[in-house]
């Protein structure tokens, strides 16, 4: 048991310091403004193993913006000719837990954001979101006996004030690895 356990921290270890997996962006139409988050960002600067905050990586005409926490990224951005592409906020799943046919899943976005973050759970459609804070949710999924993963299928959809643009994303949580 603690051999399997051990196993399954290593892999979801391993899924937080890669970034989701099996998720293509999908180019939006973009909104107008300014990204002041851009103007704290470091330029041309490459992630370390263990860094704290914002990154911009150049390369050519695109940047890709970070944040991270360690090795973990809780916000990706996009911009090719300093126009946006694409965002992603990431869900850091506090807690998540199988009692009897049910899975229990607490994750929050750490990182503010003007916008609205909508999301389902297309492999699971049988489930229950509640909104248990700020940027904190609670999801239920029932019937869930045979799950050993959690696709969060997510929307991000902009404010009018804001500089982010609409995207379509997903996020993959392991539960169980094999």
């Not at 940047?63 to 090719?80: A, D, N, P, W, Y």
């Not at 929307?155 to 609409?166: A, F, G, N, T």
Request: a negative charge; hydrophobic letters at 35%.
């Amino acid at each position: 048991m603690e051999k399997k356990l051990n196993k399954v921290i290593f892999q979801l270890f391993l899924l937080c310091s890669i970034g989701p997996l099996g998720c293509n962006p999908k180019k939006e139409a973009k909104t107008s403004g300014n990204n002041t988050t851009e103007e704290v960002m470091a330029q041309n600067s490459k992630p370390s193993a263990n860094q704290n905050g914002w990154v911009a990586e150049k390369d050519g005409d695109s940047t890709r913006q970070k944040h991270l926490e360690g090795k973990i990224t809780l916000f990706e951005s996009l911009l090719v000719n300093k126009e946006r592409i694409y965002n992603k906020f990431y869900p850091q799943v506090q807690d998540a837990f199988l009692f009897e046919d049910k899975f229990y899943l607490k994750a929050r976005f750490p990182l503010g954001f003007s916008g609205k973050i909508e999301f389902t759970f297309p492999e699971y459609p049988d489930y229950v979101l509640t909104k248990i804070g700020e940027q904190a949710y609670q999801i239920v999924i029932n019937n869930a006996l045979d799950l050993n993963r959690v696709v969060f299928d997510l929307q991000y959809l902009p404010s009018e004030k804001d500089s982010l643009v609409h995207t379509d994303y997903c996020f993959t949580h392991v539960v169980y690895g094999e």
